[in-house]
């Protein structure tokens, strides 16, 4: 059985191990003991609630109980930007127009920006290939949103995320090597890591201030910009699902999309709701769909926030949860949990 939880030291090898095997472009995820330990650290901090909203760092792993096995990582930060510069590129749009001459040029133009500074963000969500099957990579991704939805006080209004962005099959990145190269002179791997180790306000200090027009580039750039790595195509159609959607932001490296919503739009807002965990009635077994879906299930505990799929429904503010249901959950009748539909409902996007 698989359960999403909450972090703890105990961890930190299977996280490594993770990060071994992510590849490049997954900024916050490098197999680094050293960093792995310390954003253990914040985390576990995080959801003791020993730092402030804005420094934490609340990551989740999956637990095969079966084997003891961690299958996947997923986090969600407090707030970006707030200790060093976070910067992305907006694309806009720079208009070239003579009445007389009967001319009008719409350009799309990059500007360097730290519009999303304070945001909060969704990070490192990565599944072992091991477990891509059935809904798990659903489970990791959506759990998050019931944890927001559980504690919206602790995020910011705007939610992001950043999606790894194109490379090519030799894991070259045409953007890169179409913009960043002429300035850092290094290679697109070498940036990548320095970002990751906290250099990137450093790099992109490098960068030209002037607004850049995108036709200037070469032909692979542009077509590149805000197109995800091919492994990434799945976390940014679950995050859609979820109500994120891109508006125009990409990074400044490899030019992946930025997707971004209020958090007071998300589906996990609107459609998740709170409910007793109560032996099924007469009442709720008539009320019950005859085919019912897949719903994420957490409980309501910070320190030890859980989160699993399972068949039961929530009838008028109750679910009837199995013992198995409850032991993942380490719930207990008469107890509070949060549940989600797993999938979007058809009338809703
Ligand atoms: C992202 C996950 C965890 C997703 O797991 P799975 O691959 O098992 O997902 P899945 O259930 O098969 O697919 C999820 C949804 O995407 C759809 N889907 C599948 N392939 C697709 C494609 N090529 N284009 C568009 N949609 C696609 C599926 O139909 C399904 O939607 P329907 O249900 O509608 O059919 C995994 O692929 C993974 O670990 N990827 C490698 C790491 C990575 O690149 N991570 C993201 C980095 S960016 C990041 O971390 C920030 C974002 C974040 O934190 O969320
Ligand atoms: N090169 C990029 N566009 N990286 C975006 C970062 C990927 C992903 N958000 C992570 O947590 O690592």
Redesign the pocket.
């Given at each position: 059985m698989l359960v999403v939880r909450a972090i703890n030291e105990n961890d930190l090898d299977a996280l490594y191990s993770m990060a071994t095997q992510?590849g490049t472009g997954?900024t916050?995820l490098k197999p680094d003991m050293k960093m792995l330990g310390d954003r253990l650290a914040t985390a576990c901090a995080s959801f003791a609630e020993t730092i402030p909203p804005e420094q934490r760092d609340y990551m989740f792993v999956m637990e095969d109980t079966s084997n003891g096995r961690i299958a996947?990582v997923?986090?969600i930060k407090g707030a970006v930007g707030l200790t060093e510069p976070f910067y992305n590129y907006r694309i806009g749009t720079l208009v070239h127009s003579s009445r007389e001459l009967n001319v009008f040029t719409k350009m799309d133009t990059l500007y360097l920006s730290n519009d999303l500074t304070g945001s909060s963000e969704?990070?490192?969500?990565?599944?072992h290939p091991d477990y891509?099957?059935g809904?798990?990579?659903?489970l990791?991704?959506k759990s998050r949103f019931l944890f927001i939805a559980q504690f919206p006080h602790l995020f910011t209004q705007k939610i992001i995320?950043?999606?790894?962005g194109y490379q090519a099959e030799d894991g070259s990145s045409p953007f890169y090597e179409g913009l960043g190269r002429h300035f850092f002179k290094m290679d697109f791997h070498h940036v990548d890591d320095l970002t990751a180790l906290g250099k990137k306000s450093f790099i992109a200090e490098l960068m030209p201030r002037q607004p850049l027009y995108i036709d200037y580039l070469p032909k692979e750039a542009q077509e590149v910009v805000g197109q995800v790595?091919?492994?990434?195509?799945?976390?940014?159609?679950?995050?859609e699902?979820e109500g994120l959607h891109y508006e125009g932001y990409v990074d400044i490296f490899d030019a992946g999309p930025v997707l971004q919503a209020r958090v007071s739009e998300l589906r996990a807002m609107r459609d998740s709701e709170l409910a007793v965990v109560a032996p099924d009635t007469d009442m709720t077994h008539a009320c019950a769909p005859a085919h019912p879906e897949p719903t994420l299930v957490s409980n309501t505990v910070l320190k030890d926030f859980r989160m699993i799929i399972t068949q039961a429904t929530p009838v008028n503010g109750e679910i009837d949860l199995s013992t198995q249901d409850l032991q993942l959950l380490r719930c207990h009748m008469g107890d509070t949990v949060r549940t989600l539909p797993l999938?979007v409902r058809k009338n809703n996007v």
């Open positions: 992510v997954m916050t996947g997923c986090a969704l990070c490192s969500l990565f599944l891509r099957q809904h798990n990579g659903k990791l991704s995320a950043e999606m790894r790595h091919k492994s990434t195509a799945p976390a940014r159609r679950l995050l699902q999938n």
